[in-house]
């Protein structure tokens, strides 16, 4: 993945909108709207840092789709919902995802 893909899923998942990210990042709209075109750029380490910040991810996750634990965005997502579960679902959820990594199918 690269930043402009990485960037897109973390709004997705946010909720949040280019406006709205710009506001509390102090990165222009236009500017952020440059690194989601098709011919994106690379932002500022400067840019990039706040947001980032705003998203609550790591920039090295924005750059390269990993976090600093190796966690992929979808990996990372699971965890983050993990965590509003009580103590019997987590064990549920922790469960049910041995068994599929045990089918080994993929599928």
């Known amino acids: 993945m690269d930043f402009r ?10 909720g949040m909108l280019v406006k709205e990210l710009a506001e509390k990042s102090g990165v222009k709209k236009n500017t952020i709207d440059q690194y989601l075109s098709a011919r994106s750029q690379s932002p500022s380490v400067e840019a990039g840092v706040k947001i980032a910040k705003v998203l609550g991810v790591s920039v090295e996750y924005l750059v390269t789709g990993k976090d600093d634990h190796g966690l992929s965005s979808s990996s990372r997502h699971i965890a983050q919902l993990s965590e509003q579960l009580d103590e019997k679902n987590k064990a549920f959820v922790l469960d049910f995802i041995k068994w599929l990594s045990a089918r080994g199918d993929g599928s």
């Not at 897109?8 to 946010?14: N, P, Q, V």
């Open 5 to 14: 893909k990485n960037l897109k899923s973390e709004l997705e998942y946010s």
